[in-house]
């Protein structure tokens, strides 16, 4: 799985104050509706949800085939 080092440049140019308050144009006021409707929305959502969970699914897949192969042929 990444590093959360990996998100401290997004999180740093991020505004201090909530999304729900920095944005005036959305009428409904939920936090999710916020991120869907900001330019940060898909980059945001790919970046910080999506891609951690590709990754360490990944990274187990390889891992138990690495262990799977060691075991088999006696290294551990």
């Given at each position: 799985?990444?590093?959360?080092?990996?998100?401290?440049?997004i999180f740093y140019q991020?505004?201090?104050?909530?999304f729900f308050l920095t944005s005036?144009?959305?009428?409904?006021h939920t936090?999710?509706?916020?991120?869907?409707?900001?330019?940060?929305s898909s980059l945001f959502f790919f970046f910080?949800?999506?891609?951690?969970?590709?990754?360490?699914?990944?990274l187990s897949k390889f891992f138990f085939l690495a262990l799977q192969t060691s075991?088999?042929?006696g290294l551990f």
């Amino acid at each position: 799985m990444l590093s959360p080092i990996f998100y401290a440049p997004i999180f740093y140019q991020l505004p201090k104050k909530p999304f729900f308050l920095t944005s005036q144009f959305i009428p409904s006021h939920t936090i999710l509706n916020t991120f869907y409707k900001t330019k940060f929305s898909s980059l945001f959502f790919f970046f910080l949800l999506i891609l951690p969970f590709l990754s360490s699914i990944f990274l187990s897949k390889f891992f138990f085939l690495a262990l799977q192969t060691s075991l088999h042929l006696g290294l551990f």
